[in-house]
T-cell receptor
Framework: KAGVTQTPRYLIKTRGQQVTLSCSPISGHRSVSWYQQTPGQGLQFLFEYFSETQRNKGNFPGRFSGRQFSNSRSEMNVSTLELGDSALYLC????????????FGPGTRLTVT | AQSVTQLGSHVSVSEGALVLLRCNYSSSVPPYLFWYVQYPNQGLQLLLKYTSAATLVKGINGFEAEFKKSETSFHLTKPSAHMSDAAEYFCAVLNQAGTALIFGKGTTLSVSS
């Protein structure tokens, strides 16, 4: 079975721009979660989707948004980028309705200049 | 609210020595606990999980962890370190809603020959 894939792997954006990251879960997995990883804050939960519905959201500003499609693929969008948004963004998928065993993709490294 | 604390941001061992990475959790409900490993420029790989079955959990690559409720601990061990074990290790607890992982700050393991 193919693992979780994330595109693109690397991105460089300028402050004020917006960015969209994509995640394809493991086949059959219906839950997708997003995390932000930075050296200072570590791994922080952004949001989780199950069957196209956002079930949970972390403590991030409204500039961070996401969605899930009917094929379980997910996208996250960050608008009005700030320098502090530079991070590794990780996507994880789970087969269970409660996401208790999550499998991670390789991440998208976003650099904001 | 759930939380995890990893004691020691950096652990160094010699090849062949015992590996012990410490994790303490806080949870108002029986926890689901996880250990993940992250190699440079990669996503997180699940090492093992505790889901209220056996208290001694065996994972991949020779790692195991013991759930001790009285000590609120879930320490990760490996009898004999290998150079390939050098990586960053994260302990995590599933949130009460079952929709997000709450991670510790991580422990970097260095293995010297």
């Amino acid at each position: 079975k193919a693992g979780v894939t994330q595109t693109p792997r690397y991105l460089i954006k300028t402050r004020g721009q917006q960015v969209t990251l994509s995640c394809s879960p493991i086949s059959g997995h219906r839950s997708v979660s997003w995390y932000q990883q930075t050296p200072g804050q570590g791994l922080q939960f952004l949001f989780e989707y199950f069957s196209e519905t956002q079930r949970n959201k972390g403590n991030f500003p409204g500039r961070f948004s996401g969605r899930q499609f009917s094929n379980s693929r997910s996208e996250m969008n960050v608008s009005t980028l700030e320098l502090g948004d530079s991070a590794l963004y990780l996507c994880a998928s789970s087969s269970a309705g409660n996401s208790y065993e999550q499998y991670f993709g390789p991440g998208t490294r976003l650099t904001v200049t | 609210a759930q939380s995890v604390t990893q004691l020691g941001s950096h652990v160094s061992v010699s090849e062949g020595a015992l590996v012990l990475l410490r994790c303490n959790y806080s949870s108002s409900v029986p926890p689901y606990l996880f250990w993940y490993v992250q190699y440079p420029n990669q996503g997180l790989q699940l090492l093992l999980k505790y889901t209220s079955a056996a208290t001694l959990v065996k994972g991949i690559n020779g790692f195991e962890a013991e759930f001790k409720k009285s000590e609120t601990s879930f320490h990760l061990t490996k009898p004999s370190a290998h150079m390939s074990d050098a990586a960053e290790y994260f302990c995590a607890v599933l949130n009460q809603a079952g929709t997000a992982l709450i991670f510790g700050k991580g422990t970097t393991l260095s293995v010297s020959s």
